[in-house]
């Protein structure tokens, strides 16, 4: 099965999805700069007095629980009633879920209150929503379970949403239909901030292709991974690649993205 990649990419410049973020305070200007740089709007708002009126304006939400505190998790509960009221794709990045009792909780809380349409987290994080040790050191990605799919499979009919999960090869599934993307570059991961970014990547291709969540996902990740490969390819070390990733992300070719993505049915 072929997916559209780079059409898929050029409707999210076209649509200019705007993709509100309550994220974490130290991946948030990569994000807002990546959003911008795919053709996308970003907008990040916590406050609890604003953040549902916000989330109301939008054309998605990404959730990121990376940096906790109780006045951004009542603006989370706020906004994903609102964006399930809109009827607008709602992206769930459970960052170091398994590290504290705060993250677990609100996590597992977040979850049952409000349906989402996609959960970006690494196999660690997946295989915690699993009901299995997780494997996460802190909020890194730590080791890889053994059955990663099984487990990304279990959590997306567990939440009936699409599971975009990464690791050495990214699986993104609905519990029934699965892509895997073998697109990315260990250099990535030095680049502080760069899983945030990509859910909220994730988040723009899902706000501009609500009705098609597990083609949009995977495009992301495909596409996501390739400009990180191509950043690579010059990158010196973490600065450079960040600065990289910024603009190819903005100036990726249509060819670069057909030949480029590594997407295929496990």
Known sequence: MTLPVARLVAEVRSRNPLV???TNYVAAPLQANALSAIGASPIMADEESEAEEMTGLSDGLLINIGTLNRHTIAAMHLSMRSAHAKGIPIVFD???VAATELRRQTALELLAKHPVSIIRA???EIAFLAGQASLSKG???GGTPDNPLDLARSVARRYQCVVAMTGPTDYITDGERTYACDNGHPMMSVLVGTGCTLSSVVTA???AHPDQL???AAAALAYYGLCGETAAQTAIGPGSLQTNLLDTLHTLS???IQHGCRLSLP
């Open 139 to 141: 909020v890194d990605a």
């Open 205 to 207: 291709f899902a706000a």
């Open 94 to 96: 459970p960052v170091g």
């Open 122 to 124: 690494n196999a660690g």
């Open 214 to 216: 597990l083609e949009a």
């Open 254 to 256: 249509e060819q670069q």
């Open 20 to 22: 509100h973020n309550i």
